[in-house]
């Protein structure tokens, strides 16, 4: 990927914002182009609605065993309102993708931006309450009410969208604030924190464009969520050790794992809970 | 003739499948559009994403601190919902029996 390394964690956030600035209109642009669509698709229903039922009044009338003379002709223009409506539908498809793909751009831009700032020792790597935030974001997405299979898979991908998106949004303010105090240290090299939040991302959208696609395509077997990112099972997983553990299993790459652990293995969420109890037994004692 | 009404047979099979795939196309499509509403007010009414800015009111404050009134949009911010024409007749319609 060829892009402008950026020179210091501010700058970045300046040019990101800056960046997006523009998204705004350009999303409400394309999604009135889908609305104006829409609209002139009830418009060719209602049309050929109403010859259809025209069709239907004369048979009424008259029998249908008399031959209407209209009724070629009548047919002929459904099929016309037919196709129109087929070519909106694909247009508005087309339409929903361009957005998709400029919200992809910006957040690939961000998080290659990030990655070169790890690389170059000017950002330290993601902390732990910014996965969590990721984490407390995927759950609320995940309570809403489930549809058939197909919808939750999609429904997972916008999750996937909205807490890689603003996990990132939360790490750039942090890095922020940090970056002056920070100056001239050298942090720990990069985790992969961001590198599989990339790929998940990535495969999210993926998935997504597979759909789109090609909405015959079997399933895959294994339809469970898991993780904190709430994906489906990919590469090496390893299981939490806690009782009441949400998740259960996570890939390596969400968790900073490249290696089975050794011994029981517990999550961050149950590791914080456990000290939790802890403090509070302490604090009765 | 035993052939024509092997014919009429076959085609009110056809419509028959065909109508009950249209149900079940309407059911899902009615299914979308609520998840696109609950995903659409959860994304406006303010999680924790939304109070640096969503991509209805641009991310100008991005930076700032955040602003109290980022929790209150109003039904024309619902540019993802208001991209169905069917939606903006339902809304016509519940305004019309206020």
Redo the contacts between chains.
Sequence with gaps: MSFERPQDPSSA?EQA?QD??N??SE??FL??E??AS??E??ESKKRFLNKDTQIHKFIKQHGSLVDNPKEAEFQERIKEDLERCHQLQVDKCTVANSLLYM?TKHLKKVQANIEALEEDGLLAPLEDDAVE?AN??SR??SV?SS??SL?RR??TV?AGT?SA??SL??RV?KE?GRSTQRDGMLSEPPSDEASSHGANFADDLQDFNDELFSLNQQEEDDKQLYCFCQSVSYGEMVACDGPNCKYEWFHYGCVNLDEPPKGQWYCPECRQEMANLKLKKKKRV | MEKQRKEYEELKQKLKQALHEKKVQEQ?WD??QQ?IF??ET??LSG???SK?GT??????G??KHASQDSHHFQDQDR??S?????F??QQEGVQDEE
């Design positions: 956030l914002t997006v600035s998204l705004k999303s409400r999604l009135e889908i609305r829409d609209l698709f009830y919200v935030l407390e974001l609320e997405s809403l549809g058939t919808e999609k429904r916008a909205l998106g603003s949004r939360k303010k922020r | 899902e299914q979308i998840e609950d995903k959860e994304y999680n924790a994403s640096y991509i209805v009111k641009g991310f100008d991005f930076g540019i993802f208001l991209s169905s024409a069917l903006v007749k």
